[in-house]
């Protein structure tokens, strides 16, 4: 991918309205910094406050562990080449326990036997969702139901759905990976 400089400009803290800073702030103690695709969305406060809502309800309610929808959302950035999201999501899935070779190396999960037949699941569920949305089997559904509720399958698929959204702005934006620190200002 040919990437020149993003092409929105970030909003700095002294920028956005006291309820975008309040966010700005949470992840500045949690993080240690602002993720620049926060600091882009923030041109638009309304969107960027429901898309946190959204974000932070996907990846931190219900029953799947976030360590498999950490290693879902790896693969679907894998998939849409998103320097800017494997940066990130790389080294929380890490954090959560998948290696480094498991994660340079998801393309052959079928082939490996350090996943589970769950996990394996999990990663076919990111790839047809990612490349062909429109023709996802039967015979994937009953796998996925073999292992998870209906409640766990939408979880699922929304952290790929959300991530083939974050994925595409960050692309689309040539939004540079955050450093630590960023956001303070």
Same mark, same amino acid.
């Given at each position: +991918? ?18 975008? #800073?309040?966010?700005? %702030? ?6 240690? =910094?602002?993720? =620049? ?9 309304? @969107?960027?406050?429901?898309? @946190? ?12 562990? $976030?360590? $498999?929808?950490?290693?879902? @959302? ?5 998939? =849409?080449?998103?320097?800017?999201? &494997? ?15 498991? &994660? %340079?190396?998801?393309? !052959?999960? !079928? ?22 949305? *429109? ?13 998870? %509720? ?6 699922? +698929?929304? #952290?790929?759905?959300?991530? *083939?959204?974050?994925?595409?702005? *960050?692309? #689309? ?13």
């Amino acid at each position: +991918m040919l990437k020149t400089a993003p092409r929105i400009s970030r909003k700095s803290r002294k920028e956005v309205p006291d309820s975008v #800073a309040v966010i700005y %702030d949470r992840y500045m103690r949690t993080r240690g =910094n602002v993720p =620049n695709m926060f600091r882009t969305m923030a041109h638009r406060p309304q @969107i960027f406050e429901t898309m @946190i809502a959204h974000f932070e309800a996907v990846l931190q309610t219900g029953t799947v562990p $976030l360590k $498999l929808k950490e290693l879902v @959302i790896v693969r679907t950035s894998q998939l =849409n080449e998103c320097e800017y999201c &494997l940066g990130s999501h790389t080294q929380i899935a890490q954090k959560l326990g998948w290696s480094r070779e498991q &994660l %340079d190396h998801l393309a !052959e999960f !079928e082939d490996r036997s350090d996943f589970t037949s769950a996990e394996k699941a999990a990663l076919r569920l990111a790839e047809q969702m990612t490349l062909d949305s *429109n023709h996802l089997s039967d015979e994937l559904f009953d796998d996925l139901r073999s292992h998870f %509720d209906e409640g766990e399958i939408v979880e699922l +698929m929304c #952290a790929i759905g959300l991530f *083939n959204y974050f994925n595409r702005f *960050n692309n #689309a934006l040539q939004i540079e990976p955050t450093r630590p620190g960023e956001g303070a200002e």
